[in-house]
Structures are given as structure tokens and as C-alpha cells.
């Protein structure tokens, strides 16, 4: 599960930092810091997924699964 965390955030932190692989997240850094790091990272996606399903069923919360799913 780290290993599957590590890759969607070093997919994530490509743009800006390259530097930052998933082997590099997972060969330096402690799991506490890294897991923290990965919490700050998953905030928005988080807040975002919390607003649409206090929303209900609209049209937006339909859309959503759409909307993550794709990488770019």
C-alpha cells in the first residue's frame, strides 16, 4: 500500500520536482514524514471528494469518478 501511495505522489510531485521518484520517497525518507508529506499532497482530492458527497447526487457528484480517473 506505501509502494501504491509513493507512486500516485511522485506522479503528482513530477511537474514541479522531479527528483522526487517513488524510489527516492521510498529510500530516504521515513514512513511518519513521508506519510504526512502524502496527507498534505491527498488534501485538495480529499476536500474536494468530501464537498461533492455532501452534495448529494447531482450531476457534479456523477461526474466525479470521471474527473479523478483521468491522469493528465
Known sequence: MVEDIADVVSMICKKSSPEMTKDWFLDDIDI?????????????????????????????????????????
Open 32 to 72: 511518519v514524514p513521508f506519510m504526512e508529506f502524502a496527507k498534505f499532497i491527498f488534501e485538495p482530492m480529499t476536500a474536494r471528494l468530501k464537498e461533492v458527497g455532501s452534495k448529494g447526487s447531482g450531476a457534479e457528484a456523477k461526474n466525479l469518478p470521471s474527473q479523478i480517473s483521468s491522469p493528465n
